[in-house]
């Protein structure tokens, strides 16, 4: 990794093409205990355990909505929000995130 180093949206080609939006965000109740969340999800009966930035994900999709928003976007977002240095494997892990968060019914992909 290069010191530094911020990718731009062609570091993350393979990812430009999907695109989120949250899935009935207004009806999540979002906690904070000692900087991890609970997110309970009333449609689903389901509460989840989140990190900061996995929260950041989900909050920063619906303040762009009704847009939907790529992975591209939301890798720059989160490295501008958390100071990052990052390399190529980051926006697969954020693609790995998202892609958990369409099986949990809280984001959606837009083709």
């Not at 205990?33 to 999800?41: R, S």
């Not at 920063?60 to 494997?89: G, M, R, W």
């Amino acid at each position: 990794m290069v010191e530094g180093f911020y990718p731009t949206q062609a570091h993350y080609s393979s990812f430009v093409e999907e695109c989120w939006k949250t899935l009935n965000y207004g009806s999540l109740i979002i906690e904070e205990w000692d900087g991890e969340f609970t997110v309970f999800q009333p449609d689903a009966g389901k509460t989840h355990y989140l990190n900061e930035m996995s929260v950041q994900i989900l909050i920063y999709i619906e303040n762009n909505a009704p847009a939907a928003l790529s992975t591209a976007d939301i890798c720059d977002y989160l490295v501008k929000k958390f100071q990052l240095q990052t390399d190529t494997a980051f926006p697969k892990q954020i693609n790995k995130t998202l892609r958990r968060f369409d099986e949990l019914g809280l984001v959606k992909q837009i083709s």
